[in-house]
């Protein structure tokens, strides 16, 4: 029984979790989990442990993680992202000074409230239990570190950003914040992840191509630890 993790591309369209069962069901194997969820939206590097390999989530569910992010300016949605019902849209127009200085804003250490439709559980059930039904509920800001926000392009009202974040950072929600600082919302339209730790997108595998030979063992992983 092979044990260790997968580099997994994930596309667009589907769940981690239902990523996660294809390769179950592609390898033919009964325990594996995934490190890190990606939403249906995005794409790019998800870590999966595969049999004994689950262990290692302790190591690497806290490393940090790499995206480029495409941002639409001046549309709201209720997910934060182009999978969602529009709320809100603006006529304004935003300089590229003042995308700048909204870009510094959300940078270092900072507090951070979740989207309303994510998986994170308030009293026993997931917030996006919450918002299906149309129950508004308190969401509690979240410390989180954004380490680098890089201005790849800027063409109202499209931006293109690449990130570095900690754990448990939403980039929804940094689409959200920069929305509203700069006075006409905004949402994610184009998501990868493209790092997570040690990890890189360059080396993970399509859904279509997977095999056994995929699997990274643990030599592979820690080489000088063992």
């Known amino acids: 029984m092979t044990s260790g993790i997968l580099l997994l591309n994930k596309p667009s369209g589907i769940s981690s979790n239902q990523a996660l069962q294809k390769v179950k069901k592609i390898l033919n194997i009964k325990k594996a989990g995934h490190f890190g969820t990606l939403d249906p939206l995005a794409q790019g590097l998800l870590i999966l442990g595969i049999n004994y390999g689950t262990k290692l989530s302790a190591f690497l569910l806290n490393e940090d993680k790499e995206y480029e992010a495409t941002i639409h300016l001046g549309i709201t949605t209720d997910t934060d992202d182009s999978d969602g019902k529009i709320i809100s849209s603006s006529n304004k127009t935003v300089s590229n000074f003042a995308v700048v200085e909204a870009l510094k804003q959300i940078m270092g ?28 509920i ?9 380490k680098k926000c890089e201005l790849v392009k800027f063409e109202f009202p499209i931006l293109e950003l690449k990130l570095k974040v900690s754990k448990g950072t939403y980039i929804r929600s940094i689409a959200r ?3 509203e600082s700069l006075g006409i919302g905004a949402h994610i339209t184009n998501l990868t992840r493209t790092r997570q730790g040690i990890f890189d997108l360059q080396d993970a595998v399509n859904l279509e191509k997977i095999s056994q030979y995929n699997i990274l063992e643990l030599d592979q992983i820690f080489p000088n630890c063992l």
């Open 138 to 146: 308190v969401i509690k800001a979240l410390e989180v570190n954004i």
């Open 109 to 136: 250490i900072q507090y951070q409230v979740p989207p309303r439709f994510s998986a994170i559980k308030v009293e026993g059930k997931k917030l996006y239990e919450y918002a299906r039904k149309g129950q508004e």
């Open 177 to 179: 914040d920069l929305g």
